[in-house]
């Protein structure tokens, strides 16, 4: 059974910073991407970053130059370095992971962002 959980997100001030984490277990396959999505409420769900397999990442363009996608081998986890926060981007981030050897994708829980004074 494969888990992806996420920590971080919460509260900050617009320029503030938060760190997103996410966790895969359970598989005795190698994760092929890991992506960050957001979803805002009547907007939809909107691909924020991914990371692939021996290529760069890639970002949207709101993000570039501030948000920053990496991950660690060892402890199979990504993280998402969110800097010069703005309103616009609070949302419900999930991470989700492809696992070609699956054929599918899995979802982490979700967790919530918000930019506000």
Not at 32 to 45: F, H, L, N, S, V
Not at 57 to 86: C, H, W
Not at 89 to 99: E, F, P, R
Request: with cysteine.
């Amino acid at each position: 059974q494969v888990h992806v959980v996420q920590s971080g997100g919460g509260l900050v001030q617009p320029g503030g910073s938060l760190k997103l984490t996410c966790a895969v277990s359970g598989s005795t396959f190698s994760v092929d991407a890991w992506y960050w999505y957001r979803q805002i409420p009547g907007k939809g769900r909107e691909l924020v970053a991914g990371l692939f397999s021996g290529d760069n990442p890639d970002y949207i363009d709101s993000v570039k130059g501030r948000f920053t996608i990496s991950r660690d081998n060892a402890e199979n986890t990504v993280a998402l370095q969110m800097n010069s926060l703005k309103p616009e981007d609070s949302a419900v981030y999930l991470c989700a992971v492809y696992i070609a050897n699956r054929g599918q994708d899995f979802w982490g829980q979700g967790t919530q962002v918000t930019v506000s004074t």
